[in-house]
DNA sequence: CAAAAAACAGGTACTAATACCTAACAATCC
DNA sequence: GGATTGTTAGGTATTAGTACCTGTTTTTTG
């Protein structure tokens, strides 16, 4: 007898990459591909009705996004392992997902080969990068000498998170320690942590660099 | 007798976002998939063997973009109508789409009636945008184009153009009077007048006001 | 429970930005 | 020719941001 049967699902919210997804399994005969949902709680409860072992997500959905999706998927499936899809291979991305529990980190771009691979890789229950993003954290690690201490070291808190939107939603350091019932000093010191942590020299870089990095819409 | 066939070329460099589009048309009597390019080089040769009335194309591809792509189409093979394809809805992306000679505007999450009607209306020479898209476009026009006298007392000089550029790059007052050989007062006083026209408090207003109204690109 | 991380807050010093002025000079337009 | 606009530059004052410290308290997590 063979090996069982792996199930997939997806969850993006592009329907078209969806159907093209999905195609990716017609020839595998060890794949299925199961179920597909268009946002964070639709996927949710895909996956308590099918039970796969192994869930895509992309990171950007409307409405509950990729990063919350798989701490909850984590969290209430463990026998999914999830497996992040992403248009940008961005650093904070990548930690921020690890850090949610992913196995496994894929750019959309990713050939067919990369998706079987990632999907075998974790399924044995080992981790998957995509190569763009080995790359990016050898680039990282190069940077700046030791390995995934220095990715951790640039993930924003929540608190933090919050501060680099108000910042760049164009209030002061004042107004954000008013709307928060903080002591400015409390602000300059997230502040300061932030550009540190962005590399950001002044407001400008950091509102550019906070717009990049998907932690605000303009 | 029936209405010809439409041809169709799609240019992207995601694989499974290519595979997802060709399916669209499987069951589509009058439209015929018939190529596809992973890059703007690519797309123009394919163009060239199997003119198609109707080429997709992405705005982010590596080597040539998809707007010089669009541009070099539009002149080379004016028989191929050029509908945009991108991830992002950007008043900045369109308005360059546009300007280069494609005539619909389509975001990655279009469904597939989206991608059907962008094809017939453009191929019965009118334009189409998606829904999200057009939204943009009104609210851009009510943002800014309500009063004429509005409009010209916002509007920027040249070189405040230039330096909303270099401030929102993140450079300093100083490095900018350094880079234009200017005295620090100068700059400071166009950054002045920037800000009072941009009605923005702070730098942080400033960069987000000017990649709003497309004086500065992320 | 103990360790680690996050949030909070203050010190000190310096630099940059903001606000509101004036004014010379050149180019452009009617 | 005269008016307008853009570019340049300076004066003066205040506020905000930047950089690098030190801590305490609270929350999270192993």
Redesign the pocket.
Known sequence: MGKPTIHIVLGDDHEIFRNGFKTLFDDQPGIRFVGEAANGDELLRVIAKLKPEIVFTDIKMPGMNGVETTRLIRKRYPFAEVIALSTFNDAHFLMDMLDAGAKGYLLKDASKREVLEAIHAVHAQTHYYCKATREKMTELRTASGDSLAELKRI?F????KEIIGLICGGM???DIAKK?F??K??V?????RI?RKASA???ASLVTFAIRHGLFEV
Chains 1, 2 share one sequence.
Request: aromatic fraction near 0%.
């Open positions: 993930a808190s929540g608190r933090e002061s350091t004042m928060l903080l002591s000093r409390t300059d010191g997230h502040r300061d550009m020299p002044n407001i």
